[in-house]
């Protein structure tokens, strides 16, 4: 494996960047037939000097978020069946009462993915780790799969099957100085070439697995990824006798400190001791030294003890007598990969077609991310998990640039093992974008939470004395009303009464015009979009494999004009989807207007009598059926208005030019006044209304791992015309639902203490009637995708799939909460409000 290997001149996937997950995408793609590989690295194999090479190499399974959890499981598999996982076992105590009951949210969250865990008193604490000080903490939260791997090992031995396949040319010690796109005539550019120190290789697909130089491999042909490099402190402190007794790397369970954000592993005779506790430190990509100029490699900066001191101190704490006498030894400045929302950067670049993106992604989850992008590479979508969350082309243009991206890691470092609600809203890179309303939603105290750099209306205080009139309660946990306010649940029964008016300036509206409009978006919708001019079409789009890849509204304005309307947290990721799919003839233009226009929502009892007297139009729902586009002239002022409704209620979506949006709030809020009109923010949209429905959300209910028939959302025919995913769609009709989407609603919600608790749906586990986890058929769990109050039912809502057998109404199930568990029934239908929809249509 030298760099010495001739470099050919043409391959079907290059993979730039030799740590875990390149040297593992090498053997995956192998596998699946992929038989013209290369793989390159500017440095020397097996440890080309990235980050791989002084990583920690310890895994912790057990993570909120679903998708990093699928990734880290199946790494652990993987590096299980390449016999380099030492299983070890770790914990990970408490300093505070508010980390264990963070310790009790991940027993939840380990339970959903079916990692066993315990929580331990510090006393158990102690006994299986002796040198940990019992006195200093209040529990602990113990796993016994946490184990250590040998990284460069796993790199080395995936690289040498996919050459014992002859399927692989390694070329280290080689750099990369170019990549070359070609123009395509639909605007977009695609990759046609690699070039090195030594040639041009021509290539079919590229695949950025850089680390900390990924973004400016990307650069090179003017695609971005969004990652920072950043500094994680390390340093061995030893020798330690009790430690080089076990004489072996790793002889005594791991302890990640959380409270004082650091983690504490045996690393042969010396306790290392790794920290995010210290101040951010970001490096530029460019000013990573090169190896020549690097004391060890180009990722192991020197150490900046000052920063360090600190947290000495607090390791000396835990570890008590341990630590006696100990000195720094090795310590390192390491450097890892930050991003914006601290996710991974995985996945087809937006800017250039097929340039890859495997970036930012942490020793625990590599060789999973690794099989993942060679399932998408090969199948055009990942069979292992849904990639919503890491997907590249997720971001808008700001999130992909320096400042934003800096900003972000600055502030995530320090929550790295921090305590995060999954309500909890950033604080730098704010005030991005704003809807043309904003100066009147602000006007009202409009309190904003952001959407990929949207700033949207939560809730408004202006309405806090509807709490008051409409008896709403107050949750007695902080935890459970953090993040949220009774106000949402106020003005959700004043629009059910009266009429609310809500801002929908951050949907994402793409124009699609030309004579092969109709063809390209039956070539890219699940259900029919031939319909009249004036029609609306919900539909989902599917990827190949039959799952959801979008969920969007299409109106027909014209025979070849149609608008796309989706929410703003997947507007940069569908429009990457549209534009990835245009025919190259030219014959289809594809327009994002989202910040040209505005769109508002008027729903309610009272909805088209208010519109009524600002309107010349017959508003009535013969004359203005559900599901109708109409051009409409409201107080002068020319808009689209579409009778549809995301919340159950009779009214429209309203769409008008930007510059005229204040005039036209301005006259609905006038009108408004007679009937009752009060401002309705997203907590109603898209959570209490939506979920009273039974309405699905978009990375939520709707991922990739589920498809229409067990959505519900299956029409009676599935269309003539083709599309993506439609082969795949037809054999999950055929073969039916493994699990189906269900409303749940909480019988009781008293915890051991007697006091309510209200699920923040944040993949909470439903268990079955004796306790037991439930997984279906095709190994997926059972979970809450969306938790609510249902104020019009008087019930808190959940949302999940659940086995048929599970999913008759009536059916009683417990959910798991914070470790204890609440009774809860399947409703009898999905919507519990208005379930005919007779309210939409009045």
Request: charged residues 25%; aromatic residues 8%.
């Amino acid at each position: 494996m030298s760099g010495r290997a001739p470099q050919p001149t043409a391959a079907s996937v290059a993979v730039i960047g030799a740590g875990i997950v390149g040297s593992c995408l090498v053997e995956h793609l192998a596998r699946r037939g992929w038989d013209d590989l290369v793989l390159i690295d500017k440095g020397p194999l097996p440890d080309p000097g990235g980050s791989t090479g002084h990583a920690s190499n310890f895994i912790f399974p057990t993570d909120h978020d679903r998708e990093v959890a699928m990734l880290t499981l199946e790494s652990q598999r993987q590096y299980e069946a390449l016999g380099v996982q030492t299983t070890c076992g770790g914990a990970e105590v408490a300093r505070t009462e508010a980390r264990m009951e963070e310790l009790r949210r991940r027993m939840t969250s380990a339970r959903a993915w079916g990692i066993e865990a315990e929580l331990l008193t510090p006393g158990e604490v102690a006994e299986r780790i002796p040198f940990v000080n019992p006195d200093v903490i209040v529990g602990g939260f113990w796993t016994p799969s946490v184990s250590v791997v040998d990284a460069v090992r796993a790199g080395t031995l995936m690289r040498e099957r996919a050459l014992s396949r002859g399927a692989l040319t390694v070329l280290d010690n080689t750099a990369v100085t170019g990549l070359e796109v070609a123009a395509l005539r639909r605007g977009r550019r695609r990759l046609r070439a690699v070039l090195t120190a030594r040639g041009r290789i021509e290539v079919e697909h590229a695949v950025i697995a850089c680390g900390v130089w990924s973004p400016l491999v990307a650069e090179m042909a003017g695609a971005s990824i969004p990652l920072t490099p950043a500094v994680h402190q390390m340093a061995d402190l030893g020798p330690v006798d009790v430690l080089l007794a076990t004489g072996n790397e790793i002889g005594h369970p791991i302890v990640r400190d959380m409270d004082a954000f650091m983690y504490e592993r045996q690393s042969h005779e010396a306790m290392e001791v790794g920290s995010y506790a210290h101040r951010p430190i970001l490096v530029r990509p460019e000013e990573i030294p090169s190896r020549e100029a690097s004391e060890l490699s180009p990722t192991e900066m020197p150490f900046t003890g000052d920063d360090f001191a600190p947290q000495f101190a607090r390791a000396r704490e835990i570890m008590g007598e341990l630590l006696e006498g100990a000195e720094i030894g090795y310590a390192i400045n390491g450097l890892l990969s930050l991003t914006p929302d601290a996710q991974p950067v995985l996945g087809e670049t937006a800017e250039v077609a097929n340039l890859w993106s495997a970036a930012a992604v942490w020793i625990k989850e590599g060789p999973g991310a690794a099989r993942l992008m060679a399932e998408w590479i090969t199948h055009g979508h990942p069979r292992l998990c849904d990639p919503h969350g890491s997907d590249v082309t997720r971001f808008q243009p700001h999130e992909r640039t320096r400042r934003h991206v800096r900003a972000r890691a600055r502030e995530h470092f320090n929550k790295t093992y921090g305590i995060v609600h999954p309500r909890e809203q950033w604080e730098s890179g704010r005030g991005v974008n704003y809807s043309a309303l904003h100066a009147r939603t602000e006007a009202l105290g409009a309190v904003y939470y952001e959407a990929r750099g949207w700033e949207r209306p939560q809730w408004y205080e202006s309405n806090a004395g509807l709490v008051e009139r409409y008896g709403v309660a107050e949750r007695p946990h902080e935890w459970d009303r953090r993040w949220w306010s009774p106000i949402i649940e106020a003005e959700h029964l004043h629009l059910r009464e009266k009429v609310g008016v809500v801002d929908l300036g951050a949907f994402q509206i793409f124009d699609v015009s030309g004579p092969g409009a109709l063809a390209y978006l039956e070539g890219m919708a699940a259900n029919a979009c031939d319909r009249p001019p004036g029609t609306s079409i919900y539909t989902p789009l599917l990827t190949p494999d039959g799952g959801f890849r979008a969920d969007l509204t299409i109106q027909r304005l014209a025979a070849d004009h149609f608008r796309i309307v989706t929410g703003a947290f997947d507007g940069a990721r569908d429009a990457a989807w549209f534009r990835k799919h245009l025919p190259d003839a030219g014959s289809v233009r594809f327009e994002d207007l989202s910040e040209g226009m505005c769109a508002l929502g008027v729903w309610g009892p009272r909805a088209e009598a208010l519109l009524g007297t600002i309107s010349g139009a017959k508003l009535s729902q013969a004359a203005f059926p559900y599901a109708s586009v109409r051009d409409v002239p409201l107080d002068g002022i020319p808009t689209t208005m579409c009778r549809i409704s995301y919340v159950g209620e009779s009214g429209w979506e309203i769409y008008v030019a930007a510059p005229l949006a204040p005039r036209m709030w301005d006259a609905v809020w006038e009108a408004g006044r007679a009937f009752g009109l009060r401002p309705v923010g997203a907590g109603v949209y898209g959570t209490t209304g939506r979920m009273e429905k039974g309405y699905a959300l978009m990375g939520a209910e709707l991922t990739s791992e589920y498809s229409p028939v067990e959505a519900g959302l299956a029409r009676p025919r599935v269309k003539r015309a083709d599309f993506i995913g439609r082969a795949a769609y037809l054999e999950a009709r055929e073969a039916g639902p493994a699990a189906v989407l269900r409303t749940l609603t909480m019988d009781s919600h008293a915890d051991a203490s007697g006091l309510a608790r209200f699920p923040t749906g944040g993949n909470e586990p439903l268990l079955g009637p004796d306790g037991e986890r439930i997984v279906d058929a095709r190994g997926r769990e059972s979970r809450v995708t969306s938790a609510g109050m249902g104020p019009s039912v008087g019930k808190y809502l959940l949302m999940a799939y659940l086995p048929p057998e599970f999913a008759a109404p009536g059916t009683r199930l417990r959910a798991l909460y914070m470790n204890e568990t609440f009774p809860v029934t399947v409703a009898a239908d999905t919507a519990l409000f208005d379930p005919s929809g007779a309210r939409m249509r009045s």
